[in-house]
């Protein structure tokens, strides 16, 4: 069964500390992806990895940092937290979109990391 | 600038109704369109494409380039349609825009 897990479903920190929001995927996924999820905002792109050690911005990366030091793990840092970033958090995977005629490739979602920042 | 446009934040239709949960986007070129759905405290998951043209759970979507839509459509409604949809555009690459979904209510 596909599976895309996150460290933790529920996080409270507070103003200013460091946190890390894991996300594993165990299908051998080259891409992985940060998103914020946000009433009235949709989905986010904060960032986007499609190789270990490689990273792309996304559409709101300002006070995000990730991490991608092996393929089946995506780390989003907040070097300081602060209550603006307070939001449901999504990580994905997928195989590359490489083929033109191939289309794009399903993204598989974790279950999100609903975090509070006091 | 690329961008999906989901114009309504609510759509409360009852049970047997049809549904329409419409789609626009802003693409020159040639998009690939989804539709997401998340149930509630599910994950997020890819419910169809339009290159599959094919129908899931009886719903479908069909690409109007001339008018920039891919409205999801369903004739008869179930309460287990109850949930968030994403539209969401590929252009030719890795990454998805996803619009700002619409909340389908289905009343009994």
């Known amino acids: 069964d596909v599976k895309v897990t996150q460290s933790s479903r529920y996080l409270v920190k507070r103003t200013g500390e460091k946190v890390f929001l894991e996300c594993v995927q165990d299908?051998?996924?080259?891409?992985m992806f940060w998103y914020r999820q946000d009433p009235g905002l949709g989905l986010r792109l904060i960032y986007f990895s499609y190789d270990v050690k490689m990273k792309e911005k996304g559409d709101i990366p300002e006070g995000y940092s990730v991490s991608r030091e092996k393929k089946e793990r995506f780390s989003l840092i907040l070097e300081s937290a602060s209550t603006n970033q307070t939001s449901m958090y999504l990580c994905a995977s997928s195989y590359p979109w490489r083929n033109p005629g191939g289309g794009h490739n399903e993204q598989f979602f974790g279950p999100g990391t609903r975090l509070t920042v006091l | 600038a690329q961008r999906v446009t989901q114009p309504e934040k609510l759509l409360s239709v009852f049970k047997g109704a049809p549904v329409e949960l419409k789609c626009n986007y802003s693409?020159?070129?040639?998009?690939?369109l989804f539709w997401y759905v998340q149930y509630s405290r599910q994950r997020l998951q890819l419910l169809l494409r339009?290159?599959s043209r094919e129908s899931i759970k009886g719903f479908t979507a069909d690409l109007n380039k001339g008018e920039t839509s891919f409205h999801l459509k369903k004739p008869f409604a179930q309460e287990e349609d109850s949930a968030m949809y994403y539209c969401a555009l590929s252009m030719v690459t890795d990454k998805l825009i996803f619009g700002t979904g619409t909340r389908l209510q289905v009343f009994p």
């Open positions: 693409y020159s070129g040639s998009p690939e």
């Open positions: 339009h290159i």
């Open positions: 299908m051998d996924h080259e891409n």
